[in-house]
């Protein structure tokens, strides 16, 4: 966890979730482990909104607990993109809490496909997540406020997922980048899969350099890494400099992923390199296959 307190009366502070193992273990023998999730809550004197909240109960429950201890009374969570593992869990913060769930109407539409996803991915990986019903709405203007503090849902196309957002508090200087930037953790390609390849996503993160931020909070974060813009946005297109130079030169899933561990030692969540790994060889051996079963199964 770590935190940031600049005096204009919000602040935020960040939860890193490590999210449940898999059963079995990597090629490199290493657990299948999901990379960890950041959750961030900005508040002020009297209200609160959180990000991200992550897809199973016991995260939920740790998450909920820390967010009540803060104070401030939880009002909306905001989900940056439709991947599960982002917002499975909302509702049972939302009921908790009596909070609002905000998103973008792309973001509402890759829910949707991530719940028609659940019974041949999400649930055949984890056993325990709970009943996620879309009940997310829009907001006039992609805009909404918190104590008189305008938090504003950007829309920057393709980051590791379609129809990605993320959200602007100018007044923190603060961007929650979900997975459109990351920060010391795999990025995921598995989602890539177009004739642009990797353009779409270096797009999008020319979106939030825009906005010059001073601090991002990525969705998967290294517990050791800080919130710094300019380094987190540099250190995300270097990534996928050499993702991209790799997918050129390696021939096989399984060289990807060594020589990526290679560049990256200490980098989180091997399993979505493993994942994007085998989602992109997948496709490209296997060329007339259904692409969203090679997709489902490359995490399993």
Request: glycine residues 8%; aromatic residues 8%; negative net charge.
């Amino acid at each position: 966890m770590n935190s940031t307190q600049p005096a204009v009366g919000l602040a935020y502070k960040v939860f890193v979730s490590e999210a449940p193992a898999q059963r079995g273990a990597l090629p490199n023998g290493a657990p299948r482990s999901f990379s960890p999730i950041a959750s961030t809550l900005i508040y002020g004197q009297e209200n609160a909104v959180l990000t991200d909240p992550g897809f199973n109960p016991s995260t939920a429950q740790k998450l909920g607990d820390w967010v009540a201890a803060k104070g401030p009374k939880l009002t909306d969570i905001y989900i940056t993109h439709g991947h599960g593992d982002h917002w499975f869990a909302a509702q049972l913060l939302a009921d908790r809490f009596g909070a609002r769930i905000v998103a973008s109407a792309g973001v509402i539409q890759q829910m949707h496909h991530n719940v028609a996803a659940r019974p041949f991915l999400w649930d055949k990986a984890y056993d325990d997540i709970p009943p996620s019903p879309v009940t997310a709405v829009t907001v006039p203007d992609n805009r909404f406020t918190l104590e008189g503090h305008e938090l504003r849902i950007v829309d920057v196309g393709h980051g590791d997922s379609d129809d990605s957002s993320v959200l602007h508090v100018p007044d923190l200087g603060l961007v929650i980048a979900g997975d459109v930037i990351y920060n010391g953790a795999h990025q995921y390609v598995g989602d890539a899969l177009g004739p642009d390849g990797l353009a779409p996503w270096r797009a999008a993160i020319g979106r939030v350099e825009a906005l010059a931020p001073q601090w991002i909070v990525s969705g998967h974060h290294n517990k050791l890494g800080d919130d710094d813009a300019v380094r987190q946005i540099a250190a995300t297109r270097r990534y996928l400099d050499d993702a991209e130079a790799a997918l050129k030169t390696k021939t096989t899933a399984l060289d990807y992923f060594n020589h990526m561990i290679e560049l990256y030692p200490d980098y989180a969540g091997q399993l979505i390199l493993w994942a994007g790994a085998r989602a992109q060889y997948g496709v490209r051996d296997h060329p007339d296959a259904d692409v969203r079963q090679i997709v489902a199964s490359a995490w399993l």
